[in-house]
Nanobody, 122 residues
Framework: QVQLVESGGGLVQAGDSLRLSCAAS????????MGWFRQAPGKEREFVAS???????YYADSVKGRFTISRDNAKNTVYLQMNSLKPEDTAAYYCASRRGDYSGSYRLYDYWGQGTQVTVSS
């Protein structure tokens, strides 16, 4: 069992930066692929970024070049550095983990955090 707790969301202006953190419990963190997803009201949950157990990173086209995912296995934590934020980045952001390799589908992730809200004003 893995428990995930996100933090770091908030209200910012367009062009600002935020760093989200996701703290994981359990000894299997280093063997999991970790992902960030987001969901805006009335929209389906969408892939943002993922990092494999080997450190490989993947990004949605909409955030490539602006967001950076990283992980610290010693701290059981995954991060999402978000720069040059835009109003369209406004959503609830969720951390997720899966035992397999990379996937951009939220349906293939096993464990989820409760989410943290990011609101970007124009």
């Amino acid at each position: 069992q893995v428990q995930l707790v996100e933090s770091g969301g908030g209200l910012v202006q367009a062009g600002d930066s935020l760093r989200l953190s996701c703290a994981a419990s359990g000894r299997s963190f280093s063997s999991h692929t970790m992902g960030w997803f987001r969901q805006a009201p009335g929209k389906e949950r969408e892939f943002v970024a993922s990092i494999t157990r080997g450190g490989g990173t993947y990004y949605a086209d909409s955030v490539k070049g602006r967001f950076t995912i990283s992980r610290d296995n010693a701290k059981n934590t995954v991060y999402l550095q978000m720069n040059s934020l835009k109003p369209e980045d406004t959503a609830a952001y969720y951390c997720a983990s899966r035992r397999g390799d990379y996937s951009g589908s939220y349906r293939l992730y096993d464990y989820w955090g409760q989410g943290t809200q990011v609101t970007v004003s124009s």
